[in-house]
């Protein structure tokens, strides 16, 4: 920045009547940052209405789904025993179901070992085969117990056992990765290292299966104690014991699915209804620099909250999709029997001086739920074309449409280049903003250029005037 000292042979104050001079060319450039202000304000509003549709199109993919209406739910009379859960495929009913034998792996142990082992002399090799495979280890000289552990470990992919050592009881463990009778541990002892320094039993071992009795069936077996079966995941805990289990649409799940996009809904919804019929308050236009200097923090917000107000006041765009989610809300669908309708599961509206916004009777929809689900999930999931489209459906492709009109416009914060029309809107301003700002540069150094060339006059006829003085007052001097 250029420091100037001007004045000094006229005695004006320079900087004052630059400054003064200049606020018609500033207030210029205001009024375009203003602009500015104005278009980045609508394209945060923008951007908020889509960040509501985002939540509502998330909500409504959900109800897009058959098994959001089709989940089931498993009560078990003893969660001791046995839990579970269910594919939306289960089949509903009361079962029992008889936990004979719960599955486990296969285990070895040695007799007790120092952890101070260190093996010496030649190298021993041992095979271990497993479900998985097999692999042979070999214990060199100056490998400890817990060498020897982690080297079957590093094995463990190949051949399904794994290897610990308990160091509270000096002893050596091998155990199987998985459950079942498939589930072994075979060793080959080469150099009989297991067998004489471990003192492990040599002889195969196997895991068991799990068994149960299906309603009071043939004996099932699987290899391990979660397993699935007649699309119901069970989780085996306790043998010896019959448990009563039913299996029963969820209705809370869909219950708390549709619940979810009336909230969503009604977010989206009001806000567009709230920027579509705000007030617009002209005589508020965007602060400066200069004015927030002299305001406090609380009389800016203030202020800033009425500049913001009506700027999206009936605007095109909102109104149309608003016009035509509302639309696509309250339309029935064909072909779905007794439930054709968001009204007819307890989904409804008040007055017109709601704006759209859905009122739920949770305790008319869960009726309608146990009635005839399949009725209430067409409502929502129909993918036909046309009358015959879901709610859920035509709603999800309008959301989504009007996701993208509005992105068109207002672009997106993550997006790298804005080629929204906002955003080109904005860019356009901002060259203004520059090219003005570079105008005030050459108004200003103008200015000055003018002033210091009147210094420079004013200071020769002074020093003119000083030469006459001195002439006149020494008239010995001629």
Same mark, same amino acid.
């Given at each position: ?42 394209? &945060?509003?923008?951007? &908020? ?59 070895? @142990? ?97 895991? /068991? ?47 708390? !699915? ?35 200097? @002299?305001?406090?923090? !609380? ?57 759209? !916004?859905?009122?739920?009777? &949770? ?10 689900? @399949? ?41 790298? /280049? ?24 050459? /108004? ?10 009147? @210094? ?23």
């Amino acid at each position: 920045m250029a420091i100037r000292i001007s004045g000094l042979a006229s005695g004006f104050d320079t900087e004052s009547i630059i400054k003064e001079a200049m606020k018609a060319e500033i207030a210029r450039v205001d009024v375009v940052r203003q602009q500015k202000q104005i278009l980045e304000w609508k394209r &945060e509003q923008y951007r &908020e209405a889509n960040t509501k549709l985002l939540a509502l199109r998330s909500s409504l993919l959900n109800l897009k789904l058959q098994g959001t209406f089709q989940a089931k739910t498993v009560t078990s009379s003893d969660a001791a025993v046995l839990t579970a859960t269910a594919a939306s495929s289960a089949v509903e009913g009361s079962f029992s179901i008889e936990v004979i034998r719960l599955a486990r792996g296969a285990s070895k @142990e040695s007799t007790p070992i120092s952890s101070d082992y260190v093996h010496s002399g030649g190298d021993a090799s041992f095979t271990l085969n497993g479900k998985a495979g097999s692999a042979t280890i070999t214990v060199e000289n100056g490998d400890t117990i817990a060498t020897v552990v982690a080297k079957i470990n590093e094995q463990q992919t190949a051949t399904g056992i794994r290897a610990t050592y308990d160091s509270g009881l000096n002893k050596f463990y091998l155990f199987t990765s998985g459950s079942g009778i498939d589930a072994k541990i075979e060793l080959e002892d080469t150099d009989g290292f297991l067998g004489s320094t471990l003192n492990v039993d040599l002889t195969m071992v196997q895991g /068991v299966d799990a068994a149960i009795k299906f309603n009071g069936g043939q004996e099932l077996n699987f290899s391990s104690n979660r397993f699935t079966f007649n699309n119901i995941n069970f989780n085996l805990l306790k043998a010896g014991q019959t448990v009563d289990m039913n299996v029963s649409t969820n209705i809370d799940n869909a219950v708390e !699915k549709i619940k979810d996009f009336v909230e969503k809904y009604n977010a989206a919804v009001g806000y567009i209804a709230e920027k579509l019929g705000e007030k617009r308050y002209r005589d508020f236009a965007p602060l400066g620099d200069e004015q927030k200097k @002299e305001m406090k923090e !609380k009389e800016i917000e203030l202020w800033e909250e009425k500049a913001k107000s009506g700027l999206l006041r009936s605007d095109s765009t909102l109104f149309n999709l608003y016009s035509v989610i509302r639309n696509q809300t309250s339309a029935t669908v064909a072909d779905t029997g007794k439930y054709s309708s968001l009204s007819a599961i307890g989904i409804t509206t008040a007055g017109w001086q709601d704006q759209g !916004k859905l009122y739920l009777d &949770e305790d008319k929809l869960r009726t309608a739920l146990s009635l005839d689900p @399949e009725g209430v999930m067409k409502l929502f999931t129909n993918s036909v074309e046309g009358t015959d489209q879901g709610i859920a459906v035509r709603l999800y492709d309008q959301v989504n449409a009007s996701m993208k009109q509005i992105t068109n416009t207002a672009g997106t914060v993550s997006a790298g /280049v804005d080629n929204s029309s906002l955003g080109r809107e904005i860019d356009g301003v901002n060259k203004r903003i520059s090219s003005l700002e570079e105008r005030l540069l050459e /108004v200003e150094n103008r200015y000055y250029r003018q002033f210091t060339a009147m @210094e420079q006059a004013i200071q020769r006829m002074n020093a003119q005037s000083q030469w006459l003085a001195q002439q006149f007052s020494n008239p010995s001097g001629r």
